[in-house]
């Protein structure tokens, strides 16, 4: 089946009068096999219903749909949002019934309602740049139908979402992308398959999010953090703090967090957690066990902690 090719982004664009903007992230994919890559890696089969953030033109569109996906696209430049659906009808007409087109901003989506209903299983999509993290993020906080995602980000965003705790580049988007699920880099692409061509790599990052939460009585020895009974916001707030002055001890660091260092010290000891440690070598389950010392009465210990 024919996706687009160079020719065909260039055309669309000059009768769309569109011409891409650093503002929007906007890097159109002209080439059949990275795209059609990007779909086989995202295990991507007939029947799913996938949401994509920032279709554009529609190359990776059209391969999702040519693996019999149902599309959910978010795009946030209505032009491209009103051309897309021709685009289909244009080069896979017996598909268009399978495209959903939503014109909006992916981060003002709060539930499977702003998407006319519909509950994506997958997120496989070619990010902007310049607000992939926070795309990530609160999609998998506001739809928990989504179960996999595999998108396309700058290599440096995507070696930051999957690095693990003691790494240089673990921060606070690789600890909260933790609380929803594991995520590994799935590949690298070359540059010059976008228009324009970006000054930067770009990766693709694999998030499996983590099975559905067991019943307390299922918990086992080392429930996951989204499992210690404190909320989401609670616990990235500590992950907020930890890593706004990465070079500090957490004593130090969450004192603004706690109320004063030695508030700070005591939620640490509760957790289980030694005080002159820094952000960058806790897994996100410390900082949910920290959170929870925070709430406990004095003398209680934060439940799972290696003291407790």
């Known amino acids: 089946m024919p996706l687009l090719t160079p020719s065909d982004i260039r055309s669309l664009a000059d009768t769309l009068g569109v011409r891409p903007t650093k503002r929007l992230g906007q890097n159109f994919v002209h080439d059949a096999g990275t795209v059609r ?11 799913d219903v996938v949401l994509e953030v920032g279709p554009g033109l529609g ?28 685009t289909v009808e244009r080069f896979l007409p017996e598909a268009a019934d399978r495209l959903t087109v939503v014109s909006a901003d992916a ?3 709060r539930s499977a309602a702003d998407l006319q209903g519909a509950e994506p299983t997958r997120l496989v999509a070619n990010l902007p740049y310049n607000v992939a993290t926070p795309v990530i993020l609160t999609l ?38 933790a609380w929803y699920g594991a995520a590994a880099m799935a590949g690298m692409i070359s540059r010059t398959v976008f228009w324009p061509v ?32 404190v909320p989401r916001e609670e616990v990235f707030a500590v992950v907020d703090g930890a890593f706004a002055q990465r070079r500090k001890t957490l004593r130090a660091a969450l004192a603004g967090w706690a109320g004063g260092a030695p508030e700070a010290e005591v ?17 996100i389950r410390d900082f949910a066990r920290i959170a929870a010392a925070r709430a406990q009465p004095a003398g209680a210990r934060a439940a799972n902690s290696p003291e407790a």
């Open 107 to 109: 981060l003002t989506i």
């Open 59 to 86: 190359s990776l569109t059209l391969a999702l749909l040519e693996a019999g996906a149902h599309v959910v696209a978010v795009e946030i430049d209505p032009v491209l949002a009103e051309a897309l659906p021709g």
């Open 267 to 283: 939620a640490l000891r509760k957790a289980g957690v030694d005080s002159s440690r820094r952000g960058e070598t806790l897994e």
């Open 198 to 229: 970006p000054n930067v790599d770009s990766a693709l990052v694999r998030i499996v999010r983590h099975p559905l939460e067991a019943s307390a009585g299922q918990l086992g020895e080392n429930p996951r953090a989204d499992q210690l009974g």
């Open 37 to 47: 890559r990007i779909v086989r890696v995202a295990g991507v089969e007939a029947g």
């Open 140 to 177: 998998l906080a506001t739809l928990p139908s989504l179960r996999e995602v595999l998108v396309m980000v700058q290599a440096e965003v995507g070696e930051r979402l999957a690095a693990k705790p003691g790494g240089k580049v673990y921060g606070s988007p690789s600890a909260k992308v």
